[in-house]
């Protein structure tokens, strides 16, 4: 059994024996130097835990699936020791070999029983060579799995044949069509329940949105009204079917219909389209929806879903508010019926905004008084009616499915048709029928499109980019709330579990890119706005029974009768009624900020808040590209110094614990008795984040900072702390929280040692992942392994890097004392040796060595 111990031993290279408490105490040296005052801390909750189970599982005799997952690790090693499975025979723990300890201890787990007898000599037998362990990490076999599971569950290859076989998984590419087509997957869940509550959520919705997709793209696309309705024809029918949140419904949203629209503007700036020419107009919007769609999609297929994180609130908020107010101040033009002014006007055509609020104060004058009335009154009829409804749907739920502004839409064309408000001035929808067969189709990336177009790409980057993260928003918020399983009692009076949703539908941001870059490249084929998940119509859509992404089918085939039957209908509906409700929707993107403004200044992040204001000011004062260019950039520098800036800490012990914190947070210890006190002769960097090229470059500079000066608060003008030591005599880096290292960050990190190595000072490493990370790889093939002196300076612990320490300075000073004795005892008998060899008839050089040989290091042998 021993020879098995000891094969087991040499399977296990990467592992060093774990330090058991008598061991600790036999480590000690016999003469403590005084440097620090350590106390072993008792046996972690964990610990405690673990073992009130494996005493209850012995008792009991039988073994759960809590107790058999915990024993993983050891049943593993004591089958190869050459016991049954499960079974220890006194040589191995059943319990994991190592686990982590809280804190910068130890854990409780490094108690001598856990260790077979071969370990614990091999352990006994490394202490009294001096500290020659080898290093293990934090690695638990068995730990994160089954009984059956692959050896190492990060090997895709091995974890899919092993999860295929485990549940008979005859077909994988079947998986993989359900995965990655998500209609394959929430079809055969759908039941004819889910028909009323779906229906009735898309009919509430287009008695909402089709008079806002004609709004957006007359008002704000300036593109013929129908290709607003192609949006809500194409884009839900796409994403229904690769999305991959059930209850969110994509579509126009203001702020890409203004981005597309100035692009749009700009082509008839530049001659190119005449200004009454829809169909012009129509190809070049649907020109930046296929690129909008043609970057999400690649983004998607690049895995690049994590990009929904890079554009922070602020940074939206204030954006978003800029859009909001643009948006009034733009709409403020057709609803007092100004827009025939504002034609040969270069303010309002090439203006900011600031521009077309002083046009709109030189010719207010000009205003028809009939349009001002309609807009406006709509406006405050609208928002009457929100408010109504908000208050009245926690106790009349059913108030939900009023459509209260498809109904002041209708009621506005039949005024308008009934008092002929057309020949009283007002300017009506008209005619917005296609010339010929709806839904033609049109190559976007046709070369005359981008002809005079200079910031089409760039205006569709960032329509792109707004999209998604708006779409993530709504996803994220929705997530998959539809599939919650409730159990249902049939007639015959059995009960079974049945879901009100879709189930098994995961949230994916990549499948989201690759959902919503599919939805608008189609778009982009027939011309139609630049469409995403909403928020507020996704919350329109669960809260008037939606529950599956047939709602946005139902709301596709509605909008496509629509396109086909009802555009006759819209002749007589006021320009000025769909450009409030515009106003209503940039209402609701500005009602919020007062909220964050306030939450900003009560937490004092006035840097966020300067930001937005930046933002707003830019987008307001000159136009949206500035406010977008001005966004992005400080949002990237805070970006890059964030991840550019090390943060390294220097750890001192909370008095009477061995629990180490940051001192420079906690300070020195107070009258009270908090606080933190420092190492002697010790400096314990704690470095708790990856090491990369990025923030690796000023790491040298700024340890030497806190070596110098004691913390970062300090200016390097100030005068070096004084020390007794020339340098530190000992520096110890914990680098538990560097879980990725690259070769970059390596090679600095081997000149930081290098440079200490050099001047004497002794370097150690705790806590450092295991073998099998790529860490620990490149630690040793870059030499700082071999540099530092061996395996034997990468300690489990901050507390076993300072017994090294201590051992290390005791014979160092042992070494020093001895030195310094021989120095002494030199100059005292050159002093005196002439008078002592006079007197004791020797020679000076018997004289000498007699001496020596009675005193050495100031003690006699």
């Known amino acids: 059994m021993a020879d098995h111990s000891s094969n087991s031993g040499l399977r296990h290279s990467s592992t060093f024996p774990i330090a058991s408490h008598d061991a600790a105490q036999q480590h000690r040296p016999s003469v403590p130097s005084g440097l620090r005052q350590s106390t072993l801390l008792s046996t972690s909750p964990e610990a405690l835990a673990h073992e009130r189970d494996d005493h209850s599982t012995e008792a009991q005799g039988q073994e759960d699936e809590r107790t058999r997952l915990i024993n993983g690790g050891a049943a593993d090693h004591s089958t190869q020791n050459g016991g049954e499975h499960g079974s220890n025979h006194g040589t191995a723990s059943r319990r994991p070999r190592f686990l982590k300890g809280y804190g910068s201890v130890a854990s409780a787990y490094e108690d001598s029983q856990s260790l077979s007898s071969a370990d614990h000599d091999q352990d006994q037998r490394g202490r009294q060579r001096g500290l020659k362990r ?39 590419h079947w998986l993989y069509l359900l995965y990655y087509v998500p209609c394959t997957n929430w079809i055969r869940q759908y039941r004819w329940a889910f028909v009323k509550g779906d229906f009735i959520a898309a009919l509430t919705m287009a008695s909402f949105y089709i008079p806002m997709a004609l709004s957006l793209a007359s008002n704000l696309a300036h593109v013929p009204p129908i290709h607003g309705l192609y949006t809500f024809a194409i884009n839900p029918l796409i994403y229904a079917m690769l999305g991959t949140c059930p209850q969110m419904v994509v579509g126009p949203e203001a702020a890409g219909s203004l981005l597309t629209g100035g692009v749009v503007r700009e082509a008839i700036r530049a001659g190119t389209h005449p200004d009454d020419d829809g169909t012009k107009h129509a190809q070049v919007a649907g020109m930046v929806t296929g690129l909008a769609g043609a970057f999400i999609l690649v983004a998607g297929l690049c895995r690049l879903g994590f990009l929904d994180g890079v554009l922070s609130r602020p940074f939206l908020r204030g954006f978003i508010s800029a859009i909001g107010i643009t948006i009034l101040v733009d709409q403020l033009i057709p609803e007092m019926g100004l827009e025939r002014v504002a034609r040969d006007s270069q303010a309002v055509q090439h203006g900011s905004s600031l521009d077309k609020i002083l046009f709109l104060f030189r010719h207010g004058d000009d205003a028809h008084r009939l349009t001002c009335a309609v807009s406006f009154s709509t406006i405050i009829i609208v928002l009457v009616l929100r408010e109504l409804k908000k208050r009245l749907q926690p ?16 009621l506005s064309a039949v005024f308008a048709w009934k008092f002929d408000w057309e020949g009283q001035g007002l300017e009506i929808l008209g005619d917005i029928r296609s010339q010929g067969t709806p839904f033609r189709m049109h190559f976007p990336f046709d070369e005359a499109n981008f ?13 792109s980019l707004l999209g998604f993260f708006e779409s993530s928003v709504a996803a994220k918020s929705l997530g998959n709330s539809s599939g919650q399983v409730k159990k249902v009692r049939h007639g015959d009076g059995e009960e079974e579990e049945e879901s009100d949703g879709i189930r098994d539908l995961n949230l994916s941001p990549n499948r989201e890119l690759v959902a919503l870059g599919v939805a608008n490249l189609f778009g982009g084929l027939f011309m139609a706005l630049p469409g995403f998940g909403g928020y507020g119509r996704s919350k329109v859509n669960v809260s008037t029974g939606g529950k599956t992404p047939m709602s946005s089918v139902f709301l596709a085939l509605i909008s496509i009768l629509s396109i086909f039957f009802l555009l006759p209908y819209f002749y007589y509906i006021p320009k000025g009624v769909l450009s409030a409700m515009i106003s209503v929707v940039a209402y609701s993107l500005i009602e919020e900020a007062p909220h964050d403004v306030l939450f900003f200044l009560r937490i004092s992040g006035y840097s966020d808040l300067l930001l937005m204001t930046l933002i707003f000011l830019a ?65 314990i960097v704690k470095i708790p984040e990856p090491l990369t090229f990025a923030n690796t470059g000023s790491l040298k500079d700024r340890l030497r900072r806190l070596e110098d000066h004691g913390g970062r608060a300090a200016h390097p003008a100030f005068p070096k702390a004084q020390r007794s030591h020339r340098h530190v005599p000992n520096v110890i880096f914990d680098v538990h929280g560097v879980t990725g290292l690259d070769p970059a960050a390596a090679q600095v990190l081997l000149e930081i040692v290098d440079g200490y190595v050099a001047r004497g000072t002794h370097v150690f490493f705790c806590r450092v992942p295991s073998r099998r990370t790529e860490v620990w790889r490149l630690m040793e093939v870059s030499g700082i392994v071999e540099l530092v002196g061996g395996e034997s300076h990468f300690l489990r612990s901050v507390e076993e890097a300072l017994d090294a320490t201590e051992a290390g300075w005791e014979r160092r000073m042992a070494t020093e004392g001895a030195e310094e004795s021989s120095e002494r005892l030199e100059r005292e008998l050159s002093a005196r040796e002439g008078e002592a060899d006079v007197e004791a008839g020797m020679d000076p050089l018997t004289r000498r060595h007699t001496v020596a040989a009675v005193e050495v290091n100031g003690r006699e042998i």
């Open 134 to 172: 080898t290093y293990r990490g934090d690695f638990v076999d068995g730990a994160m799995a089954d009984d059956d599971s692959p050896r190492r569950l990060w090997s895709r290859t091995l974890t899919t044949s092993w999860l295929a076989k485990k549940y008979n998984v005859k077909s994988m």
């Open 395 to 410: 106790r009349t739920p059913w108030v939900a499915y009023i459509p209260d502004r498809f109904a002041v839409v209708v």
């Open 451 to 463: 002809r005079h177009v200079d910031d089409a790409f760039s205006t569709a980057f960032i329509i």
């Open 619 to 683: 987008t307001f004062l000159w136009n949206l590209k500035i406010g977008i260019a001005v966004g992005i950039g400080l949002s990237l520098l805070r970006i890059v110094k964030h991840s550019t800036r090390p943060r390294i800490q220097i750890l001192g012990r909370v008095p009477g614990t061995n629990t180490f914190e940051n001192a420079e947070l906690y300070g020195r210890i107070d009258e009270d008795g908090t606080g933190v006190e420092m190492v002697p002769n010790s400096l």
